[in-house]
């Protein structure tokens, strides 16, 4: 579940050695599944599980919007699912198309993991997954994410992988900001982000 004690802030993470990182499984009972007709519910009701929407008609219209809407990508190649030993959705992420400094790069993009699968280390296999696809898919040399002070153990996990804070400038069009005003929004959010971190370490 989101923390949303938090500062709600926006945050860019970039990863340059994309051959390298490391591999994680899925534990025992669990498989991937990719994207099929239909399977927009299925990401609706995880990304309910975690807090970013309270119900399935707004999360329907941001996957519409997020996947669908003025994008050719193919989804059943991009949109990664993963299954419970009961075939129930319980994580999803997807590799996607994104403009970054005017470029259109390739990012990891809405993951996810519902709550009560927490701790079993599945977040940590679908990143696995989703940078295989991407070299998979041809892609090398950069990669970004885009994640959230509220999401701070999210972090945590991308930092193993080798993602890193961005700080330069503004680099994204979603982001409403002077270079100067990005620079200080995200280093107050990376502030937040590793005192929550520190905390949950000397527990």
């Not at 991009?78 to 075939?87: A, C, Q, Y």
Request: net charge negative.
């Amino acid at each position: 579940m989101l923390d949303k004690s938090l500062t709600l802030r926006y945050l860019i993470m970039t990863k340059t050695d994309t051959d390298a990182f490391p591999k994680f499984d899925l534990p025992e009972g669990y498989t991937f599944k990719m994207y099929e007709k239909g399977d927009e519910n299925l990401w609706a009701d995880i990304e309910i599980s975690v807090g970013q929407f309270s119900n399935r008609e707004d999360a329907i219209r941001m996957f519409n919007c997020e996947f669908v809407d003025g994008h050719n990508l193919a989804l059943n190649e991009r949109i990664v699912f993963v299954l419970d030993k009961d075939k129930k959705a319980v994580a999803t992420g997807a590799l996607w198309n994104g403009l970054f400094n005017g470029k259109t790069e390739q990012r990891l993009h809405w993951i996810a993991v519902d709550d009560s699968c927490k701790g079993k280390g599945i977040a940590k296999a679908l990143v696995s997954k989703l940078l295989t696809l991407y070299g998979d898919l041809g892609y090398h040399s950069f990669i970004y994410l885009i994640t959230e002070t509220w999401c701070y153990s999210a972090v945590n996990i991308y930092t193993k992988f080798g993602f890193k804070p961005y700080l330069t400038n503004n680099p994204v069009p979603d982001f409403a900001l002077s270079d100067e005003d990005f620079v200080k929004d995200t280093s107050q959010g990376w502030e937040q982000v590793e005192s929550k971190i520190n905390e949950y370490k000397n527990k």
